[in-house]
């Protein structure tokens, strides 16, 4: 077999060792005679892969004792709705930071749910760079203010979650498990988990105890929070498959240093694209400004768009895939998520830095 | 391997044939260097899979023109919720068909989200047979009746559906593919698959283009059916393992005659375990009234509940594995979905006439 290197923005790579062992119980799931994807979600195997997902997903991410960790269906895009559905009360209104593609549709939607407003918008900078503190408005009345933690589409993130005096609640879908989480600041952080985490089909969520108790009764079942907390995100079958190709990647993540093992590879190896970007005399540039560059979506735009298609079948050539940009952004885009092998990134360096050479 | 007879109520057991491709593929799709799961849901590969999915769910559940099928998820659960929320403009009701715990919970989400009234009530005959249609009681301005057409829990079915001069809603989710559907007496129809057709994580729904062309506008994306419908179910990112594996699937029932096929399969093979009960001179008994019982999940008692644990223990012993009933009925419960082997039902007749020899 000969294994590509993908740089998709999602789904994306998972570590071989991973898969393999996905294969290896496919059809027999530790003996019981079935696999795991014909199980009762009612099982005693099945529960146990799960209770070790909840766990270890709250132990990677360093979630403190006061959040409840959930396990939905929808991906973020339902969570654009359910945050606001559950979390504001008439009477309350909610601010959103307008910071790419993604924080745009979250306010959008959460405006068809409850009393939103712009608290910073980066479309005047084509979304460049992320908001300081001081630039958020916050009006009376806030329940919480929405950030998007990481913008994939156009590769922009923030450092570090602002402190404002009301709650946050956070998008984390493009940098999950790639940086730490100030705890304090938030009430609430959700995400998909197809990009650092698992095959697509599952969205986790993580909510302060506290305002989940708070939570907006009289909610169809799917929709509220308290059904899922109470139920141990067995509400209804849940995506089981994901959760346990998941539990699997996390036990892989925790073997690699866990949290600060993935915020430091997620540093050292962007950075080592960046350099080559920013050592090219110009022939590779990035639209983000230099302090907000995502550090899992790496924007940039070659001397040409002429040399794009080039670009492309070259990489490709190399086992380089997925490196085309965003239609709505253009040029390329390399997403090293956390399963990208260190061997990927500096294949993607080295052909880079030819490229530039050949072409420049 | 030594593998078992799974009658679980849902998640289903898989053919071994479909299990074993999904393995051979898991590690490099069809020579694309990564596995499906890994994959873009932009990609050419996956929008093949994608594509045939459709293509399959409506040619092997013989959906006319003039419906619309959309991949989504969150379990038939979230329809629950979405169904009244983008087919009930103000002012007009719904009326639902309580015969059992889903269609019970179908509708206390329903009044969670409009005016939803209760057309047919179950509850004094203990769930043991359907409405017949001049007992459904269908009021001025009703929208839709919703009906479930087979109890999971209770083990009744709806032979067919009824004329009631407005729309129907269908829950199929447990008798998915193994009968047809008349398709001029409803709105839409909705089902998890991982009973008759997949692993869990994918819910169909398959809606009337008129229907969605009046659903109610200014709904959150993830929530609304019309932009599902304009996206070609890839809005977001869908959970394309449980659609690959499904798209297998259904090639696996194409070949074995279609819907056609499979309605004679579980006619023939619900009759075998039938007869198993209705020989026993008493030692079995099912609640259902005969007219009404299910298809797919066969409820049935032994002569005494002290018998139960034996009865499993033994059935275990010969390889047959999650016959116990649903905690609110009691009893024993065998779920035969469309994957279930011949074999796996000749071998529970068997052992159900040896053990009524033995026990009784």
Sequence with gaps: ???????????????????????????????????????SHRSS????????????????????DEFEVLFLQGGAL??????????????????????GAWGKAAHADAERVCSAYLAWDGTDHRF?????????????????????????I???QLRSLPDLGVPLVVDISSDFLTQPIDWERVDLVYGGVQKNLGPAGLAVVVIRRSALEDCVAGLPSYLGYAGHAAAGSLLNTPPMFSIYVMEKMLRWI???????????????????????????????TGPAQPQARSRTNLVFRLASPDLDGRFLAEARQSG????????SVGGMRASIYNAMPDEGVEELASFMRDFAGSAG
Tied chains: 1, 2.
Excluded: W
């Design 128 to 152: 460049s760079r992320m908001p300081q503190p001081d630039e958020i408005e916050v009006r009376p009345g806030t329940r919480y203010v929405h950030v998007t933690s990481n913008e994939t």
């Design 254 to 284: 925790q073997d690699r240093g866990g949290l600060s093992g993935m915020a430091e590879r997620a540093t050292r190896r962007s950075n080592r694209i960046y350099d080559v970007i920013d050592s090219s005399s110009g022939f590779y």
């Design 45 to 64: 195997d099945y529960d146990a892969v799960h209770s070790a997902a909840l766990d270890r997903l709250r132990r990677t991410l360093e979630v403190p």
């Design 154 to 156: 156009e590769g922009i």
């Design 78 to 99: 339902l969570q654009f709705a359910m945050v606001p559905m559950n979390l504001v009360p008439a009477g309350s209104s909610v601010g959103h930071v307008r910071s």
């Design 1 to 39: 077999m000969n294994r590509v290197r993908n740089f998709c923005a999602g789904p994306c790579t998972l570590p071989v060792e991973v898969l393999a062992e996905v294969q290896d119980e496919l059809l027999d799931y530790q003996g019981s005679g079935m696999s795991l994807i014909e199980m």
């Design 320 to 327: 380089l895939v997925n490196l085309k940009g965003h239609r």
